[in-house]
């Protein structure tokens, strides 16, 4: 089976011909879910850019993703019988009306409160109808044989917290694969200094998340892991005012880890640039940039090489990356396709 490089790529972001032929799937950012059942994402600038990609690259896959349009959303339409009904037809007449080839849910997250949406314990068996009802409105639309058959698919919280939360083991029979967002394992949750997508984990640190350990939590709870998706961070986090001690590196601080530059600007401006320094932690094959005060943890070539060989290595579905427009040099991408192709 051929190892998938899937970019998510939202309104900011740009694609060019020579991207396009490096992905073997677009996930675009996003369309929305709303209480009453609707849907949009029609409109996007990157759905109307389909005939263009498919141009490019004629294999390629081109899935909408779809977030929350209102707090209330996905927990709301997941509960209901009619209201999955709703938004599983408007999802199968979207896919035909912009030549899509499948749904992907960001559903940010199931039974979860604390990202601010609507949250319910039913959550966990009702995601799993949600899913059902949307598989079942596209196989009847579209069909099931290998031409036709549209896609399902889901971006997943890397850590105990959604194996917990979701029936992991019974989507594997209605889910094509799973993206597992193995980034922001370091984030605005943690106070403490560390990589937030690191390929392994590094001793001494309390938060013992990885790349490598998240896929293993859900080839444990029974998805199979030639369907599973290992995810890059193509942007930063960063910590401010932060102790001159390890170079940063695991130390507390008074505040979480908030978004920082996109790749791009990392490399323009800021590796071994301006003050900052660039470390590597040889044991979660990840580096790290501190300035005395400011730390920030990403991706780089290096980082994604492993990764890509990890993949690989292992045997899992492939490799994906949030997101296309912090890198518009196309450094990472090209570093995963190095070794993927």
Not at 33 to 46: A, L, N
Request: proline content about 3%.
């Amino acid at each position: 089976m051929k190892t998938k490089v899937l970019g998510y790529i939202s309104e900011r972001g740009t694609i060019g011909e020579a991207d396009a032929k490096k992905v073997t799937h677009l996930n675009i950012a996003f369309g929305r879910v709303f209480s009453d059942g609707s849907v949009d994402g029609g409109e996007h600038d990157k759905v109307k850019m389909i005939p263009q990609i498919r141009s490019w690259n004629p294999s390629c896959k081109i899935c909408l993703s779809y977030i929350d349009g209102d707090r209330k959303a996905f927990s709301t339409c997941a509960a209901d019988p009619g209201l999955r009904a709703k938004v599983a037809a408007n999802m199968a007449a979207l896919v035909r009306q912009c030549d899509l080839d499948g749904i992907d849910l960001d559903w940010e997250y199931p039974c979860v409160p604390s990202n601010g949406t609507l949250a319910s314990p039913a959550d966990k068996e009702n995601f799993k109808f949600f899913c059902q009802e949307i598989r079942k409105a596209l196989d009847a639309e579209f069909g099931t044989s290998a031409d036709s058959r549209k896609l399902l698919t889901i971006a997943a919280g890397a850590d105990v917290y959604y194996i917990d939360c979701v029936e992991v083991a019974k989507l594997a029979g209605i889910l094509d694969y799973i993206c597992v967002m193995t980034y922001d394992l370091k984030c605005g949750f943690h106070a403490l200094t560390g990589h937030h997508t690191a390929l392994y984990t590094s001793r001494g640190d309390y938060f013992m998340n990885s790349c490598d350990r998240a896929m293993k939590l859900f080839v444990d709870a029974g998805f199979p892991k030639e369907r599973l998706l290992l995810g890059a961070g193509f942007y930063s986090r960063k910590w401010e005012n932060v102790p001159d001690v390890n170079h940063g590196f695991l130390q507390l601080t008074r505040t979480g880890g908030g978004y920082g530059p996109g790749f791009t600007v990392l490399d323009n401006e800021y590796i071994n640039k301006n003050g900052f320094v660039r470390y590597w932690d040889d044991e979660a094959k990840a580096p790290w940039l501190f300035n005395g005060s400011t730390f920030i943890t990403y991706d780089d070539e290096e980082s994604l090489r492993y990764k890509s060989r990890y993949v690989l290595d292992e045997g899992y579905g492939g490799i994906f990356y949030w997101e296309h427009g912090s890198d518009p040099s196309g450094k990472l991408l090209e570093a995963i396709y190095e070794v993927v192709r």
